[in-house]
């Protein structure tokens, strides 16, 4: 892990949020090379979500909601992590993972009185991860809501908060009936939404994986309840293939089942990832029955209720919620990628073998010398046309193996350079007109022709 994070700063990935002031506990920034690695993932899921299914349809609603609709779903009463407090060096911490990390099934939406039982039975094999002490607080339920101030002008938080979404799927879940009324979707079908999401996350651990500011890609799928099993496990096989079609290793990727379900839900299963840490949630696939439309519809008095054009019946649908944040897919990704390798006889390069499609910069094109003005200019001439259709870079900063290393450091697939050779000035006057393009994964380089540079990178 300590290595991945700091490829991912050195290389301009991820830096830790306002650094110059010290960070800011579980808030991170994209880098110039982050920005487009998270782009690619975001334009992936959404192609296979809303592109590639003819009866799903984008959104993208405000961060901002009315209050009361955080009351409807659960989360103003009931959206907590258990925290406890080290008395000796005063780390706070999840009393569900801790319990976890010794082999105990607990999670955070077992009762205060529940865990702290757990957590009584257990105290002697539970140390804190930060002084390793074994002298806690009991578990308190802790709100994961984020407050503000907006449009509240009294000067008083607590009076009327409003909240910073803590999910992005209630802004779909207010938004069904705007959609019906106004595409031309029929149960059942799905809405999905990008978009950021905020939560008083208690441990600020782990990098990327948990953070306070991030962003979910979820997709809220609607269906008839005499459907919603067949439906569920219909989105279980999609979602879990969608992660090997983007070139996720297989054996780094398993199924998790919930035993402990929130009363409403009817099933709940996890994608689980091996992160450097190992095994955690990177997706969620839950059959949620008619609980959002339901409450939503007690709270704001609209009916949300579906009247089928064919039959005439009325219900209200249910939902399969497939939900996966931005940035645990980033890590994974990044994960997935991250390769030592040794080359020659003591030394190793470091290569992010992305898939294809995800790599930030897919060519990078280089002059042999950077002091030759024939050679620039063919360069440049060349890295005009591949721009137009990969995402390219220029590079002609020291030499043409650390720009090999700095490449490879960053994922790019492909490196093309332009040597005398090209411009007619080498000794094989054959070669002229002609490129290297060098391979990441195998490094092996080849000569082509300039014409077919085109077509052989976009095969
Ligand atoms: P966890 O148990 O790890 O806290 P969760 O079960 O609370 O996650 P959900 O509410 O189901 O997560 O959110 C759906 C997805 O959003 C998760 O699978 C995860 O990929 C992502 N996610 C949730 N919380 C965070 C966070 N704090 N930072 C980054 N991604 C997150």
New binding site residues.
Partial sequence: MEKIISLAKRRGFVFPSSEIYGGFAAVYDFGPYGVELAKNIREAWWKAMVYDHENIVGLDSAIFMHPRVWEASGHVGGFSDPLAECRNCHARVRVDHLLEEVGVLAD?KMTEVEINKLFAENREKIICPKCGKKDFTEAKSFNLLVQSNLGNFTGDWNKEPTYLRG?TCQGIYVNFKNVLDSSRVKVPFGIAQIGKAF?N?ITARQF?????E?E?MEMQYFVHPSTAEATYEEWRAKRFQYYLDLGIKKENLRWHQHENLVFYAKAAW?IEYNFPFGF?????VHNRSDYDLTQHSKFSGVDLSYRDPQTNEKYIPWIVET???L??TFLAVLTDAYTEEKVGEDDTRIVLKFPKKLAPVQVAVFPLLKNKPELVEKAREIYQALKQDFRSEFDDNGNVGKRYRRQDEIGTPYCVTIDFDTIGQGEDKSLEGTVTVRDRDTMEQKRVKIEDLQNILNQ
């Fill in positions: 955070e999910e939560r996350e990327i994986f948990r953070k306070r991030f979910q996890d955690k949630e990177l997706e969620g939900s996966v944040g940035d645990r």
